[in-house]
């Protein structure tokens, strides 16, 4: 196999492929962890992992003991210092992978008929979203796009009923016995309100944003549904798409982020 030589290190191109891959997990790693405490921790780590791979190379056999320890140890410690950050990834691959709750594998492997397009329903979502902003009502909505919301729609109570401005704006009435958690909307209907959804446990958003906000930021996370928040203090509209939070949104930008995410065909509509 074709080598060449640097110092001391016979590299082949093999190694070189090795180094990049491990080169991409590892900035991928870092953007998963960045702007966190744990990103610091991270880049030192790595720092130790060099300076022990150095040392082993110069055959410096006390030392290379000692870190050896040190890594062993320290992979535990990443591990404990790492969950919130691998629990999300590990949340990402399995969301991304669930095929058995995705809607498009089961009309393919069931044969399940297609639902008829439920874009109308984005107009009374909207102005739902306007009153309560302006009144400052607080509400929580989710939209389905293509993951199997069943699970969090027997945590409510069903309604199967039509989407209109005025339903919606009743169930969020302070006065509604239904006005607390979320209202899940799919496949042209309004299928459950009082909805119980996960809540995030990112510690990176601020302390303005409440349960709501932090229950829209859950859902998106473990589905691929776009949820919308609307504060009950500042009015602020909210938008929660695959584990981001998008804050303070005009009206208009909001309608324009949904149509993009959920109708358009590179997300497989």
Sequence with gaps: MLAFRIGFLDITWL??????????????????????????????????????????????????????YFISVGALALIIIFQQEIRRFLLLIGKSTNLSNNQLFRRWIYRE??????????????????????????GLLVLQKNDDLSRFIQSGEPLNADVSKQLLLS?????????????????????????????????????????RHRAALGMSEVTDAAVIAISEESGRLTLALDGKLFTH?????????????????RNGQ
């Design 113 to 138: 008929a297609s639902p008829t397009d439920d874009r109308p329903i984005l107009r009374p979502v909207l102005e739902t979203c306007k009153t309560l902003s302006s009144e400052f009502s607080g």
């Design 15 to 68: 190694d070189l492929l090795d180094i990049g891959l491990v080169a991409v997990v590892i900035y991928q790693i870092y953007n998963l962890v960045r702007g966190s405490v744990a990103s610091r921790v991270f880049v030192g780590y790595l720092l130790v992992y060099f300076v022990y791979m150095l040392v082993k190379a110069l055959g410096l056999p006390l030392m290379t003991t000692l870190l050896e």
């Design 249 to 265: 949104l005009s009206l208009t930008d909001l309608g324009v982020r949904l149509e993009k995410y959920l109708y358009t065909p």
């Design 171 to 211: 169930i969020f009435s302070q006065y509604s016995p239904l006005h607390d958690g979320a209202v899940i909307i799919g496949d042209g209907k309004i299928r459950a309100a009082r909805c119980i959804l996960p809540i995030s446990n990112d510690e990176e958003l601020p302390p303005a944003l409440g349960f």
